[in-house]
């Protein structure tokens, strides 16, 4: 019992790991104009048509304002994954990496 309690506690300490890591305070470069991309235009329909984002040049009135809000990585991820409200959910247009981009873009730009 207590090893399986060992390996869900060190299963659950990995995952948090991987989401930090998105969330670092200098995320990729590359990473950040892959989202800003994504949010733009690239994703369907494009985040940028509900949200405002100044960093973006969006100025939807449909989404809550992301400069306003500013969520964090996981708050991002987790919208896109599940949908929230009219937003859609984009988990089957989407792959990780493109979901995971698009959080840290916004994570990192919003509000500033």
């Not at 998105?22 to 892959?34: I, R």
């Amino acid at each position: 019992m207590r090893k399986q309690l060992f390996v869900l506690l060190a299963a659950a300490s990995m995952a948090g790991a991987g989401i930090s890591a998105h969330a670092s305070e200098s995320p990729d470069p590359a990473v950040l104009e892959q989202g800003k991309e994504l949010f733009i235009s690239k994703a369907a329909p494009a985040c940028a048509v509900c949200h405002t984002l100044a960093d973006a040049g969006s100025a939807g009135t449909i989404g809550p304002d992301l400069d306003e809000i500013k969520p964090d990585f996981a708050a991002v991820k987790k919208a896109m994954y599940e949908g929230l409200g009219v937003m859609p959910n984009f988990s089957q247009s989407l792959n990780e990496d493109e979901i995971n981009a698009v959080a840290s873009y916004v994570s990192h730009v919003a509000g500033k």
